[in-house]
């Protein structure tokens, strides 16, 4: 007579580890996410040339443990009895700050490199993004075809087969002849995946990048600029599908570049922004019409610029956003910054669609990019 014991273990901690892994993971990516402004200007990112995965700064995370006075000091301990809610027992003396008294004797916080790959960390930082204004136009563009297997066909290709379905049949055809199942698969127990050609159509929308390359350009403003370019980018083509994205660069004279030589070439001279907005202008007359476009422009300066040009660039941004859904200008606060910049004379222009953001350090990129791509409640997602 065969025998059974039947256990009563608590099969949860068999999975202890991976609830381990699982519970680190989520504080790893609540950190990040707490942290992203610091993040998304790290250098080991911008510069990680297409990497899969990075490493991301963090904050060690402890366990639950006991943390011993290092003073070893009295405490209070247990009350008379007589204490009500709220009391207090008994409070820390305040400890010093530590300026003027050489080096410290306290711990430091420990910091580590989290693995992350870069669509996770995208999903986290596009997370609230998305296009402004965004609208419906007369000819939405083609954005993609793809097949979709949407049914299941007695005749088919060998590659499609649907094994669950074609198993599916022989076990149902031995089940209505009351026969048992020995596994075997008849001709007519096959079924083949068959798809369609779905067409998906979305907004177009273009989105033009203008970037100050002029000798004013420290390497920290350009710096500054390619960090919300990079992520510009990313993002635009991590959650839309039919934007296009043109690249102009300017010091005295603009032109249109490559992505490349947007992000790695730089110039000397002087500035004049009234020539790239006269640029944008021509290439969104000349390709772009408002009509069958959802039009985005987005210039980064330090606003160090020709006196006499301040008033053209307020003409032309004028005249942008009268075909534009959004124009945006952004500023950066370098080591040598000038009172009278650029973003003194914009003051002038009156426009819910133009946006001006300042920015002083490598946090200030992802603000940025909250305040240029906040889609607003009327925004059609692509």
């Known amino acids: ?21 699982q519970r680190h993971q989520e504080k790893v990516k609540e950190a990040i996410k707490k942290n992203l402004a610091d993040i998304v200007s790290e250098e080991s990112i911008i510069m990680s040339d297409g990497q899969k995965i990075v490493k991301v ?4 995370l402890d366990e639950f443990h006991f943390r011993f006075d290092q003073g070893k000091n ?102 209505l002849k009351g026969e048992p199942y020995e596994g075997k698969i008849t001709k007519d127990d096959l079924r083949y995946k068959t798809w369609d050609i779905s067409y ?14 002029s000798g004013s350009m420290g390497p920290f403003e350009k710096y500054i600029a390619r960090s919300f370019f990079f992520w510009m980018v990313r993002f635009l083509r991590t959650k ?4 296009k994205i043109v690249f102009l660069a300017h010091h005295v004279e603009a032109k ?45 300066s330090d606003g160090d610029n020709l006196a006499s040009d301040n008033d053209n660039c307020v003409k032309y941004i004028g005249e942008l956003l009268q075909v534009c859904n959004l124009v945006g200008y952004g500023e950066i606060e370098g080591p040598y910054y000038y009172t009278s910049t650029l973003r003194s004379a914009f003051k002038k222009v009156n426009d819910q669609k133009f946006t001006v ?5 490598k946090t200030g990129v992802y603000p ?8 607003g409640p009327e925004t059609i997602r692509a």
């Open 74 to 175: 009295k405490h209070a301990g247990q009350g008379n009895g007589k204490s009500k809610v709220g009391d207090v027992l008994h409070s820390e003396p305040q400890q010093g700050s530590g300026k003027g008294k050489g080096a410290g004797e306290e711990p430091g916080v420990d910091y580590y490199e989290a693995d992350i790959t870069m669509e996770e960390l995208a999903e986290l930082i596009f997370e609230d993004l998305g296009l402004p204004n965004l609208e419906h136009k007369k000819k939405p563009e083609l954005a993609s075809e793809s097949p979709e297997f949407k049914d299941v066909r007695k005749k088919g290709i060998s590659s499609n087969i649907d094994r669950k379905r074609t198993l599916y049949e022989s076990i149902k055809r031995a089940a």
């Open 240 to 243: 839309y599908q039919n934007v």
């Open 256 to 300: 249109e570049t490559s992505e490349e030589e947007f992000f790695t070439k730089g110039a000397s001279g002087g500035t004049r922004c009234s020539s790239v907005y006269k640029l944008a202008l021509e290439i969104i007359e000349k390709s772009y019409n408002p009509q069958d476009y959802n039009i985005y422009a987005f210039h980064f």
């Open 1 to 21: 007579m065969s025998s059974y014991s039947i256990s009563r273990d608590d099969w949860s901690l068999h999975r202890k580890g991976e609830i381990d892994r």
């Open 200 to 213: 998906k159509y979305e907004s177009n929308a273009v989105v033009l990048a203008m970037m100050d390359t």
């Open 368 to 375: 940025a990019l909250k305040k240029f791509f906040s889609p």
């Open 357 to 361: 953001v300042t920015i002083k350090d």
């Open 57 to 60: 700064p963090i904050r060690s």
